[in-house]
């Protein structure tokens, strides 16, 4: 089971914690009203699926500011494919560009391919040194499967994949978290 830090005491350190690089940060979309998409979902059409609203925009962007505010080096940047997603990394970050991660995709019940997402997402987390940041805009859903954690809106999880994973345990370990909003 996996244990929350007190996130608002928290954030200080974590900022400061990601100042010097090397880390990877997880963060779900920013706001995109009602639950799941339509039944006539296509990936590819953005009219298709539930988007963020304007609210979202914004707070995906104060979410950028945040982070630029800091001077905090995002060297790495991966979203879902998911139009939320993916406009929620390109509205929060300006640079590096966005780089669809089909790792990162919604985990929908009877998902045949869940392990291979989950390591995926490891394989790219291990793979990564600095120097900066990596982050990874996903699903809640995601996050959980990931951490055991379900993650609120606008809280940026930093993570580290364990050493050891029992059976059925989730392969990362949240080490800080920050609170965006």
């Known amino acids: 089971m996996a244990v929350r830090v007190d996130a608002a005491s928290a954030t200080e350190a974590a900022w400061a914690l990601i100042s010097g690089g090397g880390y990877t940060i997880l963060l779900t979309n920013a706001d995109a009203p009602g639950i799941g998409d339509p039944p006539y979902f296509e990936l590819d059409d953005c009219s298709t699926q539930r988007n963020l609203s304007d609210r979202g925009r914004q707070q995906s962007r104060r979410w950028g500011v945040k982070f630029a505010t800091r001077s905090i080096s995002i060297s790495r940047l991966y979203s879902s494919r998911w139009c939320r997603a993916l406009d ?9 560009p966005v780089e669809p991660l089909p790792a990162l995709d919604l985990i929908q019940e009877g998902d045949s391919d869940v392990d291979m997402k989950i390591d995926g997402v490891l394989d790219v987390i291990r793979d990564f040194r600095g120097p900066g940041n990596q982050v990874m805009v996903t699903h809640d859903v995601n996050v959980e499967a990931l951490t055991g954690v379900t993650p609120r809106t606008g809280e940026a999880l930093i993570v580290i994949p364990k050493k050891e994973v029992g059976e059925g345990e989730p392969p990362l370990r949240v080490i800080n978290e920050i609170l965006l909003n």
């Open 88 to 96: 929620t990394a390109a509205n929060a970050f300006r640079s590096p």
